[in-house]
């Protein structure tokens, strides 16, 4: 069993920065690949960045390239994604989750399908 607790979201006007948090509790196989993913009421999941945990292994939403980085603390048993200069349009919740393999999906970032763990999902407000 896997637990997936997100911290670190909040507020920020654009241009600004946040770094979300990704704790992972009962790490192993099952979470040997770890995704974030974003979404809005009435829009589609949008899968932002993943990583490879056991590889280091990163890749990221084509759109998103350049702003947004993955990472992961393996003494923590964090990932974190660090987020630039944000705008208004990454207002949205993100979570993140865990499967046991990576898949890019058609856009550049992870693919949603068979994600089994999922957190609570935090809320990232860009406002002006």
């Known amino acids: 069993q896997v637990q997936l607790v997100e911290t670190g979201g909040g507020s920020v006007q654009p241009g600004g920065s946040l770094r979300l948090s990704c704790t992972i509790f009962?790490?192993?196989?099952?979470?040997?690949?770890i995704g974030w993913f974003r979404q809005a009421p009435g829009k589609e999941r949008e899968g932002v960045a993943a990583i490879d945990t056991p590889r280091g292994i990163t890749f990221y939403a084509d759109s998103l390239k350049g702003r947004f980085n993955i990472s992961q603390d393996d003494a923590k048993s964090t990932v974190y994604l660090q987020m630039n200069r944000l705008k208004p349009e990454d207002t949205d919740m993100y979570y993140c989750?865990?499967?046991?393999?990576?898949?890019?999906?058609?856009?550049?970032?992870?693919?949603?399908?068979?994600?089994?763990?999922w957190g609570q999902g935090i809320q990232v407000t860009v406002y002006s």
């Open positions: 009962g790490h192993g196989y099952s979470s040997n690949c």
């Open positions: 989750a865990a499967k046991s393999y990576c898949k890019r999906g058609p856009q550049g970032g992870p693919a949603d399908a068979d994600f089994v763990y």
